[in-house]
């Protein structure tokens, strides 16, 4: 007589039927299949993407360091056409702690900001070749950076942080959310703290000749969002959040001024899940969602990051994460095509203009290969394009929609 575990049945169960598909605790027929997927190497011993956006010319720009800091790390740049192949790539360095954290598109070029040896920076690039237009620095204070850009009337504002306490951190920096008005060229004309309002400023965005301005309260324990008119001045702040952590890190705002935003939460959850609200154009809260672990596994043990979001056309938003055990103490194994808890998977979640999912998905890149959603844009075919972190800048092209 031959005895079975519990957890050999379970385990077949469980399994998943074809090789490289997840085993997701929720199956939406809807959700969009991957269409392709490239990548793109520095010359680091690793790369780290943090944000992607679809171009005028139908290609696509990523952005990131290769290296480490604050000894290696270098801003990374690539520029690919429409199917993911490589156009151009670009370093900059000064020293070795140096960010590439976001990126516009101006009429006539790529303007590109973050930090070099720790001050805050904004490269404009060309955009068929990649070379340098401008390369601007500004000390604004201690360890600083610009995290994020919008176009002005009288030139350019910056949103970021001066004066950070962990310095090592890539994404909260435990600093002072601070304001840069810039001319066109990107030389500095005045700055603004914006430290009464957020410790952390991460997104910035026009609408309606207002600006917009979210980010992470002290300790990131709250979502924050300001409106600013051009000079600077404070129309309304707001905070949203519960009674632990909440990380802000992705906004949009939709052609009626609804504002998105996105992040990750501790509060009302069992361990960290994406947390997504929809803000009317006064700034009250329309809804709220949280949702995560959509591979079924324990979850005091996984980890759902958003780090981007998108608005829809239906009123509704996609946003982006990355999924697993940050712990590396559960392995739970889902059927036969070697997936288990410990490797990392995209996570994406697309919720109608009510706040329910219509579908979410995770996307992984095989056995033992870790795939963490960083970003997101949306394409002109009605789909989507995803930053991955799998060590290198990763493209995934993801089939329309909507």
């Not at 490269?123 to 002005?152: M, P, T």
């Not at 910056?158 to 810039?182: P, S």
């Not at 056309?313 to 697993?324: K, R, S």
Request: charged fraction near 20%; glycine fraction near 12%; include cysteine.
């Amino acid at each position: 007589m031959y005895w079975i575990s519990i957890s050999v049945i379970l385990f077949f169960l469980l399994g998943c039927n074809k090789v490289n598909e997840d085993c997701n605790a929720n199956v939406y027929p809807n959700a969009p299949e991957l269409e392709w997927h490239t990548e793109a190497s520095g010359s680091g011993e690793e790369a780290h993407g943090h944000f992607i956006m679809t171009c005028s010319d139908g290609g696509y720009l990523q952005i990131g360091e290769t290296g480490f800091i604050p000894n290696s790390a270098k801003v990374l740049v690539v520029k690919t056409n429409n199917l993911g192949s490589v156009v151009w790539q670009k370093e900059f360095s000064s020293g070795g702690h140096n960010l590439g954290n976001s990126a516009i598109e101006a009429s006539d070029g790529y303007i590109i900001c973050g930090a070099l040896n720790e001050n805050s920076t904004l490269i404009k690039l060309d955009k068929n070749s990649g070379n340098e237009i401008f390369n601007q620095s500004v000390d604004n204070g201690g360890s600083d950076a610009f995290e994020h850009l919008a176009l002005s009337t009288t030139g350019m504002i910056a949103v970021g942080y001066i004066n950070a306490n962990d310095i090592t951190n890539t994404f909260y920096t435990e600093g002072e959310a601070y304001l840069t008005f810039l001319d066109s060229n990107g030389l500095k004309l005045n700055g603004l703290s914006l430290n009464n309002f957020m410790s952390h400023a991460y997104r910035i965005q026009s609408y309606n000749e207002y600006f917009f301005i979210a980010g992470l309260t002290e300790d990131a324990s709250e979502f924050a969002l300001i409106k600013i008119d051009n000079q600077g001045n404070v129309i309304w702040n707001k905070t949203f959040g519960g009674t632990k952590s909440d990380h802000c890190f992705g906004m949009d705002i939709s052609d009626n001024g609804y504002i998105f935003l996105t992040g990750h939460t501790l509060s009302g959850t069992v361990n960290w899940d994406t947390y997504t609200m929809k803000i009317d154009p006064n700034g009250e809260l329309v809804w709220e969602a949280k949702a995560g672990n959509p591979r079924g596994f324990a979850p005091e043990f996984i980890h759902d990051e958003a780090w981007g979001l998108k608005c829809t056309a239906d009123g509704g938003c996609i946003i982006v994460a990355g999924t697993g055990d940050e712990y590396g103490q559960y392995k739970r194994r889902c059927g036969n095509n070697g997936d288990d808890s410990n490797t990392w998977h995209v996570y994406l979640i697309k919720f109608d203009s009510n706040g329910s999912i219509e579908w979410e998905k995770t996307y992984g890149g095989g056995e033992g290969l870790d795939w963490a959603g960083e970003d997101i844009d949306l394409t002109a075919d009605g789909g989507a394009i995803v930053a991955v972190d799998n060590g290198q800048f990763g493209f995934l092209k993801i089939k329309p929609f909507q």
